[in-house]
């Protein structure tokens, strides 16, 4: 146990950890443009948040909450997603009496107690967007094509992006009654979590994993059938905003999404390369959310993308994340004069910005050598008692073994101009 990660977690190493930088930083960039800024919120929040916000009848709040008991007996749960944090966070920290929309990013591990397999794990990460106050189909389309541009910047191509509208309370009301008059017949067959879900939460049975459950929705009456007509309206100026940019998109009528607070338009993006679910990216709208967590009624929209989904596509479509491995300058040194003298040198050009090593560990000039190859380094210096007397060092580059000699205290000019 004390030399394996548990189950579902895993390291992210030094040797792939560029990979995630980038795109962070390409995700981070993208919502600077969009005006989304960043927001970093707990790792854990009441346990009441999410029962209360992602919704008690959820898969998520039902089995895969991560949650304990702290010292002072107040039940806590690690995040399962981001969306519950924010809302808590704008409320908090009156953010409903600021300049509307408010838009916020994140990028966040969250935590579920799932079945791992390819692309679900018990810690994973998220990128996200948060949008408050603005309550048209404006801002669906501006944070769908946030995603859009994201994803063409890393050069991804032919994910999928679904949508679908699952109304408002009022549509809801008439859509569980037809719902349920459709299950009725299959109650018995159903799993005992939906049979109690049949009463509490109907539309939760169409997101159940089980089996059986999945073959008795198939044929289940969709939402959008039943949406009112602001709702409809709501989501015929999402796919005019959308034509409007030429961002393709197919109409789904089964996403529901697995998470109570969505009201109105939800969306995915799908790849078949990320695992059995295939959504690499998944959002929609949550006007009664802020309500629901004891705040303002105000309007809302986001989404959460997997990291680890994001990286198997940009792996499946061979998309190669530049790589900046090389070190400028190994100083090779040979004995403690010269030693003492490069330790000072390389804090210097360190100082510089430059990307300079030396060997800590006394070794030969010929293992220092092969240090300095391993590394990447691009320029290599032998300093040794000579160099110092005579204040001049060959600097060597590596990838044509060509040499020239230069003054010592010139190192920097030289680094800067290469
Ligand atoms: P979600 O669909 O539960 O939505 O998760 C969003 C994304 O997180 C998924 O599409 C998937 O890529 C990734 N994901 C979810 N579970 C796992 C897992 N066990 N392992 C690896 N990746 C996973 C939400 O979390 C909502 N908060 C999204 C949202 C934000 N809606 C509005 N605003």
Redesign the pocket.
């Known amino acids: 146990m004390l030399t394996k990660a548990p189950k579902?977690t895993r390291d992210i190493l030094p040797s792939e950890i560029y990979k995630w930088q980038a795109v962070e930083a390409a995700f981070m960039n993208i919502c600077n443009s969009f005006g989304y800024k960043e927001i970093r919120i707990p790792v854990f929040e009441h346990t009441e948040l999410f029962k209360r916000g992602v919704g008690d009848s959820t898969d998520?709040v039902q089995k895969e909450m991560y949650t304990f008991n702290d010292k002072a007996d107040r039940s806590l749960t690690l995040r399962?997603?981001?969306?519950?944090g924010v809302v808590r966070a704008f409320i908090e920290n009156g953010m409903a009496s600021v300049p509307q929309p408010v838009k916020m990013a994140y990028a966040i591990t969250?935590y579920?107690y799932?079945n791992v397999q390819k692309?679900?794990?018990?810690e994973?990460h998220?990128f996200?967007?948060?949008a408050f106050g603005a309550k048209g189909p404006e801002i669906d389309v501006e944070i769908i094509s946030l995603l859009e541009l994201f994803f063409k910047h890393l050069g991804l191509k032919d994910l999928l992006l679904k949508i679908n509208s699952i109304g408002c309370s009022t549509c809801r009301k008439t859509y569980n009654d037809a719902l349920k008059a459709y299950l009725l017949p299959h109650l018995d067959r159903m799993c005992g979590l939906c049979k109690e879900r049949y009463d509490r939460n109907p539309m939760r049975v169409i997101d159940c994993k089980v089996d059986v459950c999945k073959e008795i929705v198939k044929d289940a009456p969709a939402l959008i059938d039943y949406i009112c007509g602001e709702c409809q309206e709501h989501f015929e100026g999402l796919k005019a905003g959308l034509d409007n940019l030429g961002i393709q998109y197919v109409v789904d009528k089964s996403i529901v999404?697995?998470?109570d607070?969505?009201t109105k338009t939800v969306f995915?993006f799908f790849s078949h390369n990320?695992g059995t679910?295939g959504?690499?990216?998944?959002?929609?709208r949550?006007d009664g959310l802020v309500e629901t967590c004891c705040g303002p009624t105000t309007p809302g929209?986001?989404?959460?993308?997997?990291v680890?989904?994001?990286l198997m596509e940009i792996e499946s479509q061979d998309i190669k994340i530049p790589w900046d491995n090389c070190i400028d300058l190994f100083l090779v040194t040979i004995g403690k004069q010269a030693d003492d003298f490069c330790a000072k040198l390389v804090f210097e050009l360190r100082d510089a910005g430059f990307k300079v090593q030396k060997d800590l560990m006394a070794r030969s000039v010929k293992a220092q050598m092969k240090s300095a190859d391993k590394l990447g380094s691009n320029y290599t210096m032998v300093v040794g008692d000579d160099e110092i007397v005579s204040g001049k060092g060959k600097i060597r580059r590596m990838n044509d073994g060509s040499e020239e000699e230069i003054d010592l205290s010139e190192i920097k000019e030289f680094l800067k101009g290469i």
Not at 80 to 84: K, M, V, Y
Not at 119 to 122: F, S
Not at 279 to 284: D, F, P, Q, R
């Open positions: 579902g998520i399962p997603e981001g969306t519950a969250c579920r799932e692309g679900r794990y018990r994973f998220q996200g967007v948060e999404r697995g998470l607070y969505y995915e990320v679910q959504t690499v990216c998944g959002g929609g949550y929209i986001g989404f959460a993308l997997g680890e989904r994001l």
